[in-house]
């Protein structure tokens, strides 16, 4: 009897243990835009023709990272590193045209489902070209990549590199060239496992669906990717309140008797004919972005969640050059891992318990989410976690610490490892394609004093050369 009472006794406590760390559980939204350039935040200070209050806010409220970087200069390889915390050359994806993640990697939906989070996927999926073509692909659920099959429950989204902003029914979907299809992406939006035809803007779209995600009855934390493919191309697409906001006229639509998309897209993507109101379209696509952040925002605030959910902010590369982004002093663009190509904007906040206007300037990696995600909440699961990410929170008690030794990227083309203020870049033949512009070569850079990598020091600096190249070797020798 004594011993029945006595295991009663643990199973109440052990239940209110779990009650406790339910309780405790935040919410998590992690915000991830689209080829955003490094100056287009107001919080960063670098463009003055930048105006983003809502976005300002995450940082004015939590940490702002000024040596944040994607795994990445692209966003399918980029996206891999950030759902899973782990660098995506170790599977084989290096650039465009990898391979997806295997099932034994699992990612942070996955882990997070484990620990009783509604896990959902809003916008953007882009890990790898197999998804990238609406009318070859006939199967796409069946594919990992596609997010309900790696740890989302639900999904409101396309799966390819870009999606037309308003052309989002069956009917638009009537492209059959397969170039000119995977460039143009018309067609209605995913709505879990089947297709839904939507009438509206892709950027409001998916604020509207952030928003009634955030109101849902269901009790369980949840876990919310809202990955914008805002402000990535086609941006001179706007709805008519931002242009007559931004003073500028509707760009003429793709007229397919006269040119083939491909034409098209090479003369208004790929800056084959300039734009005098380009950086116009750009702030208007971005204006909108910014307005839907709010709208998010003001949803958690009115829920009453806001307090309790780790909000972080990212851009999945650094800003195009093609899209008129500002990558304000960084060198370099998308594509490229130059500065400008790497190095993101990142902030993050979590009510009370970050403190606002922190600025830290060590460097820090999209890898670091998924590890302080599970951090926030003492998941068990780190004990077994096996990546290449490191808890961010454990930076806000000592934020001048080292928190990665080196931080590596490797293209196919080039590669870079940074380590404290040096980093090292390694182009091995050059690539002038397009728009895309860089020289072979080998650079070496002391970062706080040249973060616009102006002063190559390879040629004044032999030890620290070969000391950052063992460290590639050294990297390259685990991840294989």
Request: net charge negative.
């Amino acid at each position: 009897m004594i011993k029945t009472v006595v295991n009663l006794l643990t199973a109440i406590l052990c239940m209110s243990c779990i009650v406790e760390r339910r309780i405790e559980r935040p919410n998590i939204l992690l915000i991830i835009t689209d080829d955003q350039g490094y100056a287009d935040y107001g919080a960063y200070g670098g463009s003055k023709d930048v105006y983003t209050p809502n976005m300002d806010k995450i940082a004015d409220e939590g940490v702002r990272f000024t040596n944040a970087y994607a795994t990445a200069p692209v966003c399918d390889a980029s996206r891999q590193g950030i759902i899973t915390g782990v660098y995506q050359e170790r599977w084989g994806t290096y650039y465009y045209g990898g391979n997806i993640f295997p099932v034994s990697q699992k990612t942070l939906p996955e882990m997070l489902k484990l620990e009783g989070y509604r896990c959902i996927k809003i916008g953007k999926t882009h890990y790898a070209d197999i998804l990238d073509n609406n009318q070859e692909i006939k199967d796409p659920m069946s594919y990992r990549e596609f997010p309900l099959n790696h740890g989302y429950e639900e999904f409101l989204g396309f799966c390819a590199h870009r999606h037309d902003y308003f052309r989002l029914t069956e009917e638009d979907n009537w492209v059959l060239d397969s170039e000119d299809d995977r460039m143009s992406q018309y067609g209605p939006l995913w709505r879990n496992n089947q297709q839904e035809d939507f009438d509206g803007y892709t950027t409001d779209v998916f604020g509207d669906e952030a928003v009634k995600q955030i109101y849902h009855s269901d009790e369980r934390p949840f876990f919310i990717e809202l990955a914008f493919n805002a402000v990535h191309h086609p941006i001179y697409q706007v709805p008519d309140r931002y242009l007559k906001r931004f003073g500028i006229e509707k760009f003429p639509d793709w007229e397919p008797a006269k040119e083939s998309f491909m034409e098209y897209h090479a003369r208004n993507c790929w800056r084959g004919q300039e734009d005098p109101v380009g950086r116009l379209r750009y702030l208007a696509n971005l204006a909108c972005l910014d307005d839907n952040i709010g709208k998010v925002l003001d949803a958690l605030n009115a829920s009453g969640k806001k307090e309790n959910t780790l909000i972080f902010f990212i851009s999945d590369n650094g800003g195009s050059q093609n899209t008129y982004a500002n990558n304000g002093i960084l060198y370099g663009h998308k594509y490229i891992l130059k500065e400008g190509g790497i190095r993101t904007v990142f902030t993050m906040c979590w009510g009370e318990k970050l403190s606002g206007k922190t600025v830290i300037n060590t460097p820090v990696s999209h890898l670091d989410i998924l590890p302080t995600c599970l951090s926030a909440f003492d998941s068990p699961i780190l004990d077994t976690l096996d990546v290449d990410g490191v808890d961010l929170l454990s930076l806000l008690t000592d934020p001048t610490k080292e928190h990665h030794k080196v931080l590596v990227w490797d293209t196919g083309n080039e590669w870079a490892v940074r380590k404290g203020k040096w980093k090292i870049h390694v182009v091995k033949k050059d690539n002038h394609f397009r728009t895309i512009n860089i020289d072979a070569g080998i650079y070496l850079y002391n970062l706080e004093e040249d973060p616009g990598e102006r002063n190559n020091l390879a040629d004044i600096n032999k030890a620290k050369l070969e000391e950052l190249r063992r460290e590639y070797e050294n990297w390259k020798a685990k991840i294989r």
